[in-house]
């Protein structure tokens, strides 16, 4: 029981309570700080992507076969500039140079 009393008055090494709620709060408040500019950075990351994802061409074409005199087009389809795509078939259509 001597063991006991003795841990139980010991003060050495305690923090003093007003210093343990001044740490406490330093450290809530920049937990709060950080997870906000966690928050902000996140979102701005998103609407990067999103800027990227909306600004992609998928506008394709190829050729079936050509030479000297002309080409055969294959097939082609082109994105319109306002995000929705409009597709126009160019399917076995001669073209000449």
Known sequence: MNILNALKNDEHGFLVSAELVLVGT???????VGLTKL??????????LSSAIRGIN???YF?????????MVGSGSSQ??????????????ARTT
């Open 26 to 32: 330093i450290l809530v408040i920049g937990i709060i």
């Open 39 to 48: 928050s902000f950075n996140v979102n701005e990351e998103l609407e990067d």
């Open 58 to 60: 998928q506008t394709y």
């Open 63 to 71: 050729t079936l076969a050509s030479d000297h005199k002309g080409e």
């Open 80 to 93: 319109s500039g306002s995000g929705r795509s409009g597709t126009s078939q160019m399917s076995g259509m």
